[in-house]
């Protein structure tokens, strides 16, 4: 029994230390598709937010760097929908992104616009509130989140 409970804990342990994402946040005022070259530069990736987790971890990246989110002030994260509206494809990873975190209101793009990149933006009503916008992908952003391995 000790020993099925050790080796539980052992996978376990493991398993997070695989999928252990680490968020840094780069205040620079850029555009979506520069800061996904730029955090390819860096060895990583936009930011892929999958879950609640990533979420806040996402958050916690830029507000342990000092930085304050702000209305209308955009954080560029890994995801794009111009193929298929309502898609937001990983582009790093090649995948669709099954989870989602958008303001109330948002995604408001649709087929054919430019809003086909992803952003955290804070509500201007509830400036608490920072959860996803689509925005164009030329949209100028005060920075933006690479996630790393
Ligand atoms: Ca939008």
Not at 88 to 96: D, E, F, G, H, T
Not at 98 to 127: H, I, M, R, W
Request: aromatic content about 10%; overall charge negative; hydrophobic content about 45%.
């Amino acid at each position: 029994m000790f020993k099925v409970l050790l080796l539980t804990l052992c996978v376990a342990f493991i398993a997070s230390e695989v999928n252990a994402k680490k968020f840094v946040a780069y205040k620079n005022p850029t555009t979506a598709l520069i800061a996904m070259q730029v955090c390819r530069n860096f060895g990583g990736h936009l930011a892929a937010i999958e879950s609640d987790s990533d979420h806040a971890n996402a958050l916690a990246a830029v507000t342990a760097k000092g930085f304050t989110f702000q209305p209308n002030e955009l954080w560029s994260i890994a995801g794009c929908d111009s193929g298929v509206e309502g898609e937001w494809v990983l582009l790093s990873q090649n995948r669709i992104n099954t989870y989602s975190k958008f303001l109330p209101g948002q995604p408001n793009g649709v087929a054919g616009d430019a809003e086909n990149c992803l952003a955290y933006n804070t509500s201007a009503d509830d400036p608490t509130n920072t959860l996803w916008d689509d925005v164009s992908c030329d949209a100028a952003t005060v920075g933006f989140i690479c996630e790393f391995k």
